[in-house]
T-cell receptor
Framework: DGGITQSPKYLFRKEGQNVTLSCEQNLNHDAMYWYRQDPGQGLRLIYY???????QKGDIAEGYSVSREKKESFPLTVTSAQKNPTAFYLC?????????????FGSGTQLSVL | QQQVKQSPQSLIVQKGGISIINCAYENTAFDYFPWYQQFPGKGPALLIAIRPDVSEKKEGRFTISFNKSAKQFSLHIMDSQPGDSATYFCAASYNNNDMRFGAGTRLTVKP
């Protein structure tokens, strides 16, 4: 079954703690993305990567970090610097990251603050 | 800043009716306009998309109407079914790394 797997489905963060959200894809896609979804708002881009060992900031990168050591994996770390981390986080991929490509999304991770 | 404005925020339609969701954009450089469908607890999935060189695209019960001069596009769902109940997002981009999403419309189709 090809697709994008995000884990965990639910995650709780204590104040001052860093947490890491996992995203794995077996679609052999070059490009991967992280979006944040808040109620009543559209998806906002956090980070994207078009190639291994390279990534770019999106609109709301502050308080987040990523790595792209393998083509299949694009983990997102929510650091303690992100003061309002409660949101639904979506990982996506596309074939090359070129214009007009279909985005494939995972099922998301709901992050909440304890 | 929001470059794609979507309305209404929520919509209730009777089974068999027509659901209409509207979007307006600001950046004339946008040249790709997809619609995504999202069920609760799931990621969005591409429903249908249009390029600005056509005014309408139809796939089954779903139709996108596009008005380039007005910088508006809309999704029409004909013969709406309870299984269509979901949140719908319009989006616009000129490259995938700069895709702008609307705020979403929660559609409820009543039996």
């Amino acid at each position: 079954d090809g697709g994008i797997t995000q884990s965990p489905k639910y995650l709780f963060r204590k104040e001052g703690q860093n947490v890491t959200l996992s995203c794995e894809q077996n679609l052999n896609h070059d490009a991967m993305y992280w979006y944040r979804q808040d109620p009543g708002q559209g998806l906002r881009l956090i980070y994207y990567s078009q190639i291994v060992n390279d990534f770019q900031k999106g609109d709301i990168a502050e308080g987040y970090s990523v790595s792209r050591e393998k083509k299949e994996s694009f983990p997102l770390t929510v650091t303690s610097a992100q003061k309002n981390p409660t949101a639904f986080y979506l990982c996506a991929s596309s074939l090359r990251g070129a214009a007009n490509e279909k985005l494939f999304f995972g099922s998301g991770t709901q992050l909440s603050v304890l | 800043q929001q470059q794609v404005k979507q309305s209404p925020q929520s919509l209730i339609v009777q089974k068999g009716g027509i659901s209409i969701i509207n979007c307006a954009y600001e950046n004339t450089a946008f040249d790709y306009f997809p619609w995504y469908q999202q069920f609760p607890g799931k990621g969005p999935a591409l429903l249908i998309a249009i390029r600005p060189d056509v005014s309408e695209k139809k796939e089954g019960r779903f139709t996108i109407s596009f008005n380039k001069s007005a910088k508006q596009f809309s999704l029409h769902i004909m013969d709406s079914q309870p299984g269509d109940s979901a949140t719908y997002f319009c989006a616009a981009s000129y490259n995938n790394n700069d895709m702008r999403f609307g705020a979403g419309t929660r559609l409820t189709v009543k039996p």
